[in-house]
């Protein structure tokens, strides 16, 4: 396929492929919680299970940025970060997280004190899961809309954002539900696990075709795909992403007799293989060389 | 937003002119100071033909060497009296009044003891003139320093005796065929190398020159070359030939030249000498037309013979042409490609490109006068030249160079000056017979013969050579087996790191550095050697200071102005200072300006000469060599900095012209029977272990001895700069070693994948380098671009200080790998030997910690 | 309005990489923050076998990924084409750099300024006079020397470059030597692929 194919270098002034190193874990855990309290208020929302919602709220409101202010060079300034919403998705994220503090928490506030007239809070609910949508997906965009890293750029990005993010939102309210309002709702405990199992292998499709893209589309990707499978990121991914955060997953769900601590141990094996995801995607970004004589 | 500007260069302040001195040679240069009197620019000066206002990575990082906060801030002295590379000297700052206290009294003493017990390391290239302090000392003449290592100890005689220069270089301006054989020049070091690389791009771009390069590794030239020839290390000779094996035999020279502008017509008789006319001890030529010998200079000849046997006055004689054919039946291209491991069938078309681009018969007027046209050109260098048999290398090279004609002509091989006090066309001068006068010393004058010897590095049997400082190994851990009626116990180190730069047993080095009574050094910042020193002299920064030179520059000349920028940030003394006021301590300041006078030249202009019982200081100096050269004031040129123009024509292009070139060397039989004759009446000891061989009239194929050390050492390893490390000190400023050790070619020991794979070895793998003589460690760097029996040393990889920030050891000094011995040395230049046979071995995979690692090899080694 | 632009000459490139230290010596840049560097690449294999050394420096590019991503637009270009970062509202997110493919931007650390270019704690005069400018937190990245060309100047790393591999000019203007190069000796743009229009152009 390539007559050549690159080292990996570092620093040195050597031809090669490079990796990206400006993002790392703290941007990666901002994101997780960005998406799982997304996906978890927005389940919660289909059943109004208001600790999920409440908890799903917390995650996106407090600890993402908490996580983000970790990563900024000047976190001070960050409400800047509102200036590029004609072209920039981290504007429009950071829109649709404000958005969905804002319209999230009042309709939080109007489940207790039902402060709100019908349609009032219709809208306010609307804008709410839009908003949420979008936390959802955006780093999805964000990653596929930079032409820089070819692992990142190919069209499965939001899909696979948005499905972790309902994948760990299910996961979350299996287990804040189990002894809540699940307990009384023994089809709706089904469905979700069902949903579960769905999402899970659905991911994993996800990601066989999204590697499988990389590595054909070109030979920046496939070496991102044979770090992630094969050279030194292997011994994380392979554990985090896939026997953890799927295999593992799943034969809890199916096997294993359900129990608080099963649920827990779905939840933290299912969260395991989403952050881990999620720092290996920054981690295998890989670039080009800016200039070749040889790879073609 | 900001008003004030945030680019250096754009600050508000003032541009002072300067000349560099990042590295031995001087491109002229604007310093930028701000209003605060912070330099924080320094740029190429655009007015100089030379540098056309580029500068290389070291020119650009003048600035760091002065602001380097590991700079010397005051005199120091050593308050550990123990010695050795891993003690801590114990440094306390003392005052310059106690400084040159203890420097008086401990020289004084040795100089009315014997001044012979002093080991000068002087190595200013900048400050030439300091080079000669000691012969102020009592004539003291030992050099505890090699310039064998650096540059040529064959190469400079070899162009004293051919072009009457120190250096040589390719007429880049009209050159169109440019062989590289071991040599940076144009591309990555060697002669003013920023104005080199220059003239080097535009000849190739606009004008399309075409460039070979023969080397075991793939250079920066190499890489830019239309063409790289990889060859076996040391038999860049052997290659030469068969060249002119080529060149002869399809009778590709040109035969005016050789006939006319060279000694290649004399005969030459039977013991080897030139044939002479018993009544007037003339040489002699063959006329073919009349058929008989004359006398060299007789009106009567009407053509002169290069070839045959002929018979005169009793005794066979041949012209020195026909004695090189002869020899030349031995190297034919086949015989040269076995050596050389370069095809047969490139030798022989190089060989026919060069003749056919050297296009011999033609001319070019340059300025009015009509001279050969020769734009073909064999350049070459330490890589090539620095070999056991340096001389016949040298020799050989030059051999190609004259064969098509070029030498010193329009596209040729051109003869450089050193710093120039021949403002005219002094540095050539006739010689016996017609031809040009061999000037083999074109460092200092000659040391007479002597026994026992006067110096320590048995200069006193060299009597063509360029001190071999290494021998010093030998002789000063064997005193006695040299005869020595006298002992070293003193040590003046300025601007060298004689430690780091000498081969040989670094035990023994070590041994010899302990033995020294009193040891003070000059310098900047401390390296290797002079953290052994006793008492340590802080010198100003270039930036800080003033001088006048101009060091061997090619195609331009014109002195070429220091001055300071700043005033002194430190403590700190020129040079002159410091050697003013010890020479006055010690009682020799008066012969010391007469010494100055000489090697300065100021007797051509008598008012310029230093007067006894005064104190010139550098800015005294400077002026007064503005004042030779152009008879400008020193002001004149603090406004343009330099007095660069291009070469002058008439004494850059044959200034020799009615003289005859040295073909046939027979000056340096003479030297060799005179120095055999010296040593029987002595009665030398050591006389037998001379090699006579050595000293020949042409070169011929036979093999150095690395060639034949045991066969377990199977690979050759050498060392090679590139031009962020050419010349000089420079891996503590972090701008260049931030270049450096990013370079590929720089990060570890290059071996070809070949090599690599036989012996086991990946890339980054520790490696061992054992030659006979030491070893080294450090990372494997394999690289297509080295020949498969090689392995390359980056000379960055060699440093082992650590108390430099930014310095990374790695590899180990390659100078351990080298042999210090009679053996491994010409016996006529005094070259040492630069390439290693080692075999090579794995130690391990890459620790984590690599850089520990293989530091913690280096003394274990 | 020029339109400025650059050409690198692979030809004459020798890879000495004094624009790299020119760079910093004109510009402060701290330790390990390099805007312009060369590379170099093997390319074959023994004895066939050869180098190519490639400068590398912010392309400057017309539709810039950096800027598009760029969430405060401290990322701008200016009408003369060169692409800026304003360090008083970069907010250091690293979206940029990311989406730079030439990885050409450098996050600034307070480390950086305190360890100094000698690593050592102690800052040089030089360093002192020059730190001013950065603000650590923030990317930063090649400025085509902006001041100097606004005072009708070269970049440094053009001044200095001994054999004239880089040639800077006015893309628009068509007796530029920079754009009579790029149609001489059929200059092309890095990964241009990706469709990003670098005003930096080579040649070989």
């Known amino acids: ?296 | 937003m900001n008003n004030h500007p945030v680019q250096n260069s754009m600050k508000e302040g003032k541009w002072v002119t300067s000349t560099c001195k990042m590295c031995l040679h001087s491109c002229n240069t604007l310093v930028h100071v701000t209003r605060e009197g912070i330099v924080n620019k320094v740029e190429g000066n655009p007015s100089s033909v030379s540098n056309k206002g580029r500068l290389c990575p070291k020119g650009n990082c003048a600035l760091l060497r002065l602001y380097d906060p590991q700079r010397i801030k005051s005199p120091l002295k050593r308050t550990n009296p123990k010695k050795g590379p891993k003690e801590d000297p114990g440094w306390v700052p003392i005052s310059w009044e106690e400084a040159f206290d203890i420097v008086g009294r401990e020289l004084k003493k040795t100089l009315q003891e014997d001044p012979r017990k002093l080991l000068p390391a002087i190595n200013d290239f900048q400050k030439l003139f300091l080079w000669a302090w000691p012969a102020a000392f009592g004539m003291n003449a030992n050099y505890f320093t090699v310039v064998g290592t650096y540059c040529g100890g064959g190469y400079h005689p070899m162009n004293g005796m051919v072009h009457s220069t120190f250096a040589a270089a390719n007429d880049v301006d009209y050159c169109n065929y440019w062989m590289n054989v071991g040599s940076g020049d144009g591309f990555s070091s060697h002669l003013h190398v920023a104005s080199a690389a220059n003239y080097m791009a535009n000849a190739r771009v606009e004008r399309g020159m075409r460039v070979v390069v023969v080397e075991p590794r793939l250079s920066i030239g190499g890489a830019k070359a239309e063409e790289w020839i990889p060859i076996r290390p040391a038999t860049d000779r052997q290659f030469a030939l068969g060249l002119c094996h080529v060149l002869v035999k399809e009778k590709l020279y040109d035969v005016e030249f050789l006939k006319k502008d060279t000694n290649a017509v004399y005969l030459v008789g039977p013991n080897g000498y030139f044939l002479r006319r018993k009544e007037d001890n003339k040489c002699m030529v063959w006329d073919p037309v009349d058929q008989k010998a004359k006398a060299w200079d007789d009106e009567s000849i009407k053509d002169y013979a290069l070839e045959g046997n002929y018979r005169v006055d009793g005794v066979t004689a041949r012209p020195a042409f026909q004695i090189f054919k002869d020899t030349l039946n031995d190297c034919t291209p086949e015989k040269m490609s076995e050596i050389t491991t370069v095809p047969t069938e490139t030798i022989e078309r190089i060989a026919r490109e060069f003749a056919t681009a050297a296009q011999i018969g033609s001319t070019i007027r340059i300025d009015g006068r009509s001279m050969p046209f020769r734009p073909a050109a064999f350049n070459y260098y330490r890589g090539a030249q620095g070999h056991k048999n340096g001389s016949l290398t040298n020799h050989c090279f030059k051999l190609v160079n004259m064969l098509v004609g070029n030498i010193d002509t329009p596209g040729g091989h051109i003869g450089c000056t050193l710093d120039d006090q021949w403002v005219d066309k002094g540095h050539v001068a006739p010689g016996d017979d017609g031809m040009l006068k061999p000037m083999p010393h074109q460092l200092h004058p000659e040391i007479p013969f002597a026994y026992p010897p006067n110096t320590t590095h048995l200069q006193d049997y060299f009597p063509l050579g360029v001190d071999p400082g290494h021998l010093n190994n030998i002789t000063l851990t064997n005193p006695e087996r040299f005869g020595f009626n006298f002992y070293p116990d003193t040590m003046l180190i300025c601007h060298s790191n004689p430690l780091w730069n000498m081969p040989g047993d670094q035990a023994k080095w070590f041994e010899i550095m302990r033995k020294m009574r009193f040891i003070v050094a000059i310098d900047i910042v401390l390296n290797e050697s002079t953290v052994w020193a006793d008492v340590v002299l802080p010198a100003d920064d270039t930036l800080e200071s003033w001088n006048m030179t101009m060091i061997e520059p090619t195609n331009t000349e014109g002195m070429c102005l220091r001055q300071p920028v700043i005033p002194r940030l430190y403590d700190s003394k020129s040079e002159e200072e410091i050697f003013n006021e010890i020479s006055e301590r010690i009682g020799i300041l008066d012969v010391w300006n007469q010494i100055q006078n000489f090697v300065c030249g100021f007797p051509q202009k008598p008012e310029l000469m230093l007067e006894p019982g005064k104190k010139y200081n550098d800015r005294d100096i400077a002026e007064r060599k503005g004042l030779l050269w152009n008879d400008k004031p020193i002001e004149w040129y603090q406004e343009q900095g330099h007095a660069v123009t291009k070469r002058r024509s008439d004494k850059w292009y044959r200034p020799w012209e009615g003289m005859r070139l040295h073909f046939y060397i027979e000056y340096i039989l003479q030297r060799r029977d005179e120095l055999k004759e010296n040593m029987e009446k002595a009665d030398v000891p050591f006389r037998h272990e001379w090699s006579w061989g050595d000293y020949q009239a042409l070169p011929d194929a036979r093999l150095d001895p690395v060639h034949q050390e045991p066969r377990e050492y199977d690979m050759y390893a050498i060392t090679f700069k590139d031009i962020q490390i050419n010349f000089t000190e420079n891996l503590s400023i972090p701008w260049i070693s931030d270049i450096v050790y990013k370079d590929p070619v720089h990060m570890g020991i290059l071996i070809n994948p070949k090599a690599a794979a036989a012996r086991g070895i990946q890339n980054g793998d520790v490696i061992r380098l054992t030659s006979p003589y030491g070893k080294i460690t450090g990372l494997a760097k394999v690289t297509e671009g080295i020949h498969p029996e090689t392995v390359g040393v980056s000379n960055a990889l060699t440093r082992w200080v650590d108390y430099h920030m930014v310095i990374k050891p790695g590899g180990g000094n390659f100078n351990r790998l080298l042999p210090a011995d009679l053996r491994n040395t010409d016996a006529c230049s005094g070259q040492m030997e630069t390439v290693a046979r080692v075999k090579v071995t794995k130690v391990r995979s890459r620790p984590a910690n690599a850089d520990e690692f293989i530091k913690s090899q280096f003394y274990a080694d | 309005m020029p339109r400025w632009g650059m050409v690198f000459d692979l030809k004459r490139c020798i890879g000495c990489n004094a624009c790299t230290i020119a760079c910093k010596q004109e510009n402060t840049t701290p330790d390990r923050v390099l805007w312009t560097k060369t590379v170099s690449e093997e390319i074959g294999t023994y004895p066939n076998v050869t180098r190519a050394y490639i400068p590398l420096i912010c392309n400057h590019c017309e539709d810039a990924p950096c800027e598009r991503v760029c969430p405060t637009k401290a990322t701008y270009t200016r009408e003369d084409g060169i692409v800026m970062v304003d360090e008083n509202k970069c907010i250091g997110c690293g979206a940029c750099a990311t989406a730079c493919p030439y990885k050409n931007r450098y996050k600034l650390h307070q480390e950086q300024f305190d360890r100094g270019l000698y690593r050592s704690g102690q800052l040089t005069p030089f360093e002192k006079q020059g730190y001013g400018r950065f603000v650590a937190g923030t990317t930063v990245k090649c400025t085509f020397c902006h001041e100097r060309v606004d005072a009708g100047l070269e970049p440094a790393c053009v001044i200095t470059c001994p054999t004239e591999a880089r040639i800077f000019g006015d893309l628009d203007n068509p007796s530029s030597k920079a754009r009579r190069i790029i149609q001489a000796r059929k200059g092309y743009q890095p990964l241009a692929q990706h469709n990003t229009k670098p005003k930096v152009f080579y040649v070989e």
């Open chain 1, 1 to 296: 396929m390539h007559s050549k194919i690159y080292e990996l270098v570092g620093d040195e002034f050597e031809l090669g492929y490079r990796r990206q190193e400006f993002w790392g874990w703290k941007i990666a855990f901002a994101f997780f919680f960005g998406e799982v309290g997304a996906g978890l208020f927005f389940i919660s929302a289909f059943y109004s299970f208001l600790l999920g919602m409440v908890v799903g709220w917390i995650m996106v409101t407090v600890f993402k940025p908490a996580a983000l202010f970790m990563h900024l060079g000047k976190p001070l300034r960050a409400w800047r970060a509102i200036m590029g919403l004609g072209h920039s998705w981290i504007s429009r994220g950071l829109l649709a997280s404000i958005l969905f503090t804002g319209f999230g928490g009042i309709y939080l506030l109007n489940l207790y004190f039902k402060i709100l007239s019908q349609p009032l809070s219709t809208v306010v609910f609307v804008v709410a899961m839009l908003a949420c949508i979008v936390v959802m997906i955006y780093l999805g965009f964000v990653l596929s809309y930079s032409p820089s890293i070819p692992l990142w750029e190919s069209g499965l990005m939001p899909i696979i954002s948005l499905t972790y993010g309902l994948l760990g939102g299910v996961t979350l309210v299996l287990l804040f539900g189990y002894q809540t309002f699940l307990t009384a709702n023994p089809e709706t405990f089904k469905l979700l696990k069902a949903l579960e199992l769905g999402l899970v292998i659905f991911c994993a499709v996800l990601l066989a075709s999204f590697l499988h893209g990389a590595a054909y589309a070109s030979d920046a990707g496939r070496k991102s795909v044979s770090c992630l499978l094969k050279e030194d990121l292997a011994k994380w991914f392979i554990p985090s992403v896939i026997l953890v955060g799927m295999v593992l997953t799943l034969l809890l769900i199916n096997m294993a007799p359900v129990s608080v601590a099963v649920l827990v141990a779905i939840a933290v094996a299912e969260l395991i293989g989403d952050v881990g995801l999620k720092i290996l995607l920054f981690k295998a970004a890989i670039y080009q060389p800016s200039l070749s004589h040889s790879r073609f």
